[in-house]
């Protein structure tokens, strides 16, 4: 059952690629995911992912997506 | 005016790096033609670019300066991405350079053209492909700090030709250079009060507890606080691979190291344990030796100043995100009665003497505990103890007697064998006047021994040690315990005369096969000023304790 996770990160050309490459690396299954600019600061964009994931997981989801650089904000939905 | 190239190597200099490991090619021509015209920065070419990665990689790790690599695109690079690796599984901090195709040329599949910032996401901290000749200094000062701080690790940097070779005003850079670098946002960790006194009270009612220290305890330069922490409170420590030489082998507190390879005693007292303090640790597989059950029961205090290691492994009792030295500073201003555990002392005293099986000594052949009695009677706190990866690398962990922290330089979370010669180059580049022992196999020394020749070049005079036993080992004695003893592939019959090769590369060579031959080549070895391969013939049927043996 899918775990929304939102995502806010600077918007660079590689950051869903880091993203995502996490998402592989530790075998996250990805159900769903949207991307838009951050409606505070267009430097920034809003990603939410769709997680088929525990609860363990999920929260060590939220520390490894914090650890990309440019991630500035993680959240559980 | 400067070219880009130039501004990156001024950039490299006014963050006091003055140190590069690498290999030319094509794409890289403008830098090296900067190098050309520099006088101040030292290059050291290698004779393959994992040998140079390898060596920054230890190079960062006596330092704590990033060590800085460089190569080409295309398969330069990606000859980069072992060592890059190595460095991130063992939290070194580095700075790869890339070369890379012009911009306009990007995604035409031209000739050595590789997404080597793909190929990388994995293995690195972050990584930066530069656009713009401005944006050098800054993005070099962001690597820097990104490298060096939280748990470091490597940045890759990729630069396309054509930035390399764009130029900039001598005083917009120099502007560009007293810029402030915005550390990346909010990601402090903090350690509060209320828990400082939870950990105390927590050790205070332990009747068992034990330090278990790792390479984050090293790494924060903790090791002083630490060994006090440890005598004021009556706790044992143990240590994992990377954390050895945090506590000196000798102390009484020091129980070595734990692990699948680790001592009879450290293992046991984890087995009866009731309290463990976890200080920049990661509990990865082979300390807690794929065992569901490991510390079951037992109380866990998890400092490591990564947050997504605390829980990952282990269940914690307390879990702080913070730096081990910062914990141990507050935790030491604790005042209040410590219990004086007497008879988990006696216990201690116990296990210490706890030996494991030693395999007698065969004509024609060294042991691994004649080598390493030898090596701790000939050397000192100034010696920096390089390996490469297999049966040898466990022997040093086991028998060598380490009194100091960083004086251990091994590839732990990767164990990328071909470390072991590179790395020596990149701690003798460091700091010249140390003295440098690496341990390699047979199988590990033909991985990079080519940089052999380098060593000779930059008169960077080490002792290499191959511990020569005809046989990958650990893979050997992994198909003995987990294949019913179907050996595959493991068995280097035809090596090459180790002795010769040495020669060949303008270094001294000597094969011994007792323990007077040996100690009279490690005695000329590290009082002379040249690089010596001592080679010690090894009984193939040598085997590394297991705590399952």
């Known amino acids: ?77 | 005016m400067m070219t880009g190239s130039q501004v990156l190597l001024e950039t490299l200099k006014s963050l006091n790096i003055r140190n590069i490991f690498g290999y030319p090619g094509g794409a890289v021509l403008t830098i090296f033609d900067a190098l050309y015209h520099d006088t101040d920065m030292e290059f050291i070419l290698t004779r393959h670019e994992q040998g140079a990665a390898h060596a920054a990689d230890a190079f960062g790790r006596v330092t704590g300066k990033p060590g800085v690599c460089i190569a080409t695109s295309g398969p330069g690079g990606t000859n980069l991405v072992t060592g890059i690796m190595t460095a991130y599984m063992d939290s070194s901090p580095m700075i790869a350079i890339t070369g890379q195709v012009p911009q306009s040329s990007r995604g035409l599949d031209n000739f050595q053209e590789v997404d080597i910032i793909g190929v990388t996401l994995p293995i690195t901290k972050h990584s930066f492909t530069i656009e713009r000749v401005e944006d050098i200094p800054t993005i070099l000062k962001e690597a820097y700090y990104i490298a060096t701080t939280g748990r470091p690790g490597p940045v890759v940097i990729d630069i396309p030709a054509d930035v390399q070779l764009g130029t900039l005003e001598t005083s917009l850079f120099k502007e560009l250079l007293r810029k402030e670098v915005t550390p990346p946002p909010g990601k402090e960790s903090s350690i509060e009060s209320e828990c400082i006194a939870k950990i105390s009270e927590l050790i205070n009612r332990a009747e068992k507890p034990v330090i278990v220290a790792g390479a984050g305890v090293i790494k924060s330069r903790a090791s002083r606080m630490m060994v006090r922490f440890a005598e004021d409170n009556s706790i044992p420590v143990v240590m994992s691979l990377l954390g050895l030489g945090s506590i000196p082998g000798e102390h009484s507190l020091s129980l070595g190291m734990g692990g699948i390879h680790g001592k009879v005693g450290a293992h046991v007292a984890l087995k009866e344990t009731d309290l463990v303090i976890a200080l920049g640790v990661r509990f990865e597989n082979r300390f807690t030796e794929d065992n569901p059950d490991f510390l079951r029961g037992v109380k866990i205090i998890h400092v490591d100043i990564d947050a997504s290691e605390l829980g990952k492994n282990m269940k914690t009792e307390i879990a702080v995100h913070g730096d081990a030295g910062d914990v141990l500073t507050k935790l030491l201003e604790v005042k209040q009665e410590i219990p004086e555990r007497k008879e988990w002392l006696r216990r201690v005293e116990e296990l210490k003497e706890s030996r494991e099986e030693e395999s007698p000594s065969k004509k024609g052949h060294l042991t691994p505990k004649t080598i390493f009695n030898v090596l701790n009677s000939k050397t000192s706190d100034n010696t920096i103890l390089c390996t490469d990866v297999g049966q040898h690398q466990m022997w040093t962990a086991q028998h060598y007697n380490f009194t100091s922290p960083t004086q251990l330089v091994t590839s732990g979370g990767a164990g990328s064998m071909g470390f072991g010669i590179p790395a020596a180059l990149g701690v003798k580049a460091a700091i010249p006047h140390s003295q440098v022992i690496s341990i390699v196999g047979d199988g590990g020394f033909q991985m990079t021994s080519q940089e052999l020749t380098c060593l000779k070049e930059y008169n960077l005079p080490v002792t290499i040690i191959i511990l020569n036993n005809s046989c990958l080992g650990m893979v050997k004695q992994l198909q003995d315990i987990h294949k019913e003893g179907r050996h595959m592939a493991v068995h280097l019959g035809t090596n090459p005369d180790f002795v010769a090769l040495a020669k060949a590369h303008g270094i001294n060579g000597i094969r011994v096969t007792d323990q007077e031959e040996f100690t009279q080549a490690v005695d000329e070895s590290i009082t002379g000023s040249e690089t010596t391969v001592i080679e010690c013939i090894v009984d193939i049927n040598e085997r590394v304790y297991t705590s399952t043996s």
């Open chain 1, 1 to 77: 059952m899918g775990r929304e996770v939102s995502i806010i990160a600077k918007n660079q050309i590689s950051t869903h690629y880091r993203i995502y490459s996490l998402l592989n690396r530790k075998g996250y299954e990805l159900e769903e995911a949207a991307s838009q600019p951050w409606e505070t600061d267009s430097d920034y964009i809003k990603i939410t992912l769709s997680l088929n994931i525990s609860d363990h997981l999920l929260m060590q989801a939220k520390k490894y997506l914090y650890k990309i650089i440019d991630v500035i904000e993680v959240e559980i939905l």
